[in-house]
């Protein structure tokens, strides 16, 4: 089988700018209380007359050594808080401006974060800057959102987002994922303190780690093309392996990702349908795929269920 990846597909830009002094993202320390939450230190019975102190979820993310192994690749301007970029490598799924929010609100949501930290740039007497070192204020502008609300400014939801922010968001979105999967990106200067784990040429574990990743993610972003092309590219790097190491459940349940999954497989069978370097962002770009070919009366089928968010 010959697998296709998304990742090798032109990627979003991604700043890589002379080197600055290296700095860090400063804690979120407000994530630290002592209320009464959700998050409990222990039961009240076990610890009646004694103090205790609470730690939300946030704050414990933060407290996470992967956490802050990440942090060191989304380099932002000193004073500015983005913890919850580097939360989302080690779990996409974690919800902060975001939680109990609708799409819609998350985009409302994201676009007051946007505006307060252009705000804050320019009371430091330095605007947002497009082109800054290492793309440093492309973090500090987007480090108030979780991966669901990147989405939400990547997908322009509500019509609230300029095409810089949209492309910003999805730079920022393909870090997270590549780091996430074993897979540099970010400045130059630190890619010697990055670890790559699984092995890059492992492609089956790398499959695999792609698989459990993605599937953490929000349920607005497996409705889109962009997720179910990366999850068939998972797919096929876990089942490149023998016959007798594929496993079931890296096997996807939702129906685009196996059209496009047996699409892929096809690429083996001649090298015009395998020799491609496009991206598959639009259902058009996916039907102008050579290995697409011969799919796409059943992709218009899967569209008209309605299930996807597709351009």
């Known amino acids: 089988m010959v697998a296709v ?74 004073g500015f808080d983005i913890s919850a970029l580097s939360i989302a490598i080690v779990n996409p799924g974690a919800e902060g401006i975001s939680k109990g929010k609708t799409l819609s609100e998350t985009a409302q949501a994201a676009r007051a974060s946007l505006n307060e930290r252009y705000g804050a740039m320019a009371a430091q007497g330095q605007p947002f800057d497009y082109n800054s070192w290492e793309g440093a204020d492309w973090n500090t502008l987007m480090g108030g959102l979780d991966r669901r609300a990147l989405l939400a400014v990547k997908t322009n939801e509500g019509g609230m987002f300029s095409l810089q922010e949209q492309e910003i968001a999805e730079s920022i979105m393909y870090t997270q994922r590549s780091l996430a999967t074993g897979q540099y990106s970010g ?72 059209l496009i999954a047996k699409a892929m497989e096809t690429m083996s069978q001649s090298l015009e349908r395998a020799t491609w370097s496009g991206r598959a962002d639009t259902v058009k770009d996916l039907k102008q795929a050579p290995w697409f070919k011969g799919f796409e009366s059943q992709l218009d089928q899967i569209i008209a269920s309605g299930r996807y968010r597709l351009t």
């Open 5 to 78: 990846s998304s990742f090798l597909f032109s990627a979003p830009t991604v700043k890589n700018a002379e080197p600055k002094a290296s700095q860090a993202p400063e804690k979120n320390t407000a994530a630290l209380n002592t209320s009464e939450s959700e998050d409990s230190a222990a039961p009240a019975a076990e610890n009646a007359g004694k103090d205790t102190v609470k730690i939300s979820k946030a704050a414990q993310a933060l407290l996470d050594p992967e956490v802050q192994y990440y942090s060191q690749f989304m380099v932002a301007r000193e």
């Open 187 to 258: 400045p130059e200067r630190l890619r010697g303190n990055f670890r790559a784990n699984p092995d890059p040429y492992d492609v089956v574990s790398l499959g695999r780690k792609g698989i459990n990743w993605l599937e953490k993610v929000s349920d607005d972003e497996k409705r889109t093309l962009t997720w179910a092309v990366d999850r068939a590219t998972a797919q096929s790097f876990a089942n490149s392996g023998s016959k007798d190491s594929r496993r079931r459940e890296d096997i996807s349940q939702d129906p685009l990702v196996n």
